[in-house]
């Protein structure tokens, strides 16, 4: 059965930080780029950050940048979303997620169609 699990996420102060794990079940993580999304109540889900099978080529909305490190263990089929300097904004859902690239494709993409999805695990950021 092919499945990604979240975990790690929690309650954590503003300035906080919090370290989520996405292990997946099933398949191999080291043939898919793998994304980070999160949804808080009441808007729409955002991509966050992405990585391909290596770790050279990663990609962060702005919002992210510099608090954020996606890395992944292939060897232990997970992928890691690192939060540091957590805000009350990055509150949400987290999810991630796994898409097969296609043979030319270098860079991943937070828009592209997505064919895993974990079951998500809530990250709360208190002010």
């Known amino acids: 059965q092919v499945q990604l699990v979240e975990s790690g996420g929690g309650l954590v102060q503003s300035g906080g930080s919090l370290r989520l794990s996405c292990a997946a079940s099933?398949?191999?993580?080291?043939?898919?780029?793998i994304g980070w999304f999160r949804q808080a109540p009441g808007k729409e889900r955002e991509g966050v950050s992405c990585i391909i099978q290596r770790e050279k080529n990663t990609d962060y909305i702005d919002s992210v940048k510099g608090r954020f490190t996606v890395s992944r263990d292939n060897a232990g089929n997970t992928v890691y979303l690192e939060m540091t300097s957590l805000k009350p904004e990055d509150s949400g859902v987290y999810y991630c997620?796994?898409?097969?690239?296609?043979?030319?494709?270098?860079?991943?993409?937070?828009?592209?169609?997505?064919?895993?999805w974990g079951q998500g695990t809530q990250v709360t950021v208190s002010s």
């Open positions: 997620a796994a898409y097969r690239p296609g043979v030319f494709e270098r860079m991943c993409k937070l828009g592209a169609s997505y064919r895993y």
């Open positions: 099933g398949f191999t993580l080291d043939a898919y780029y």
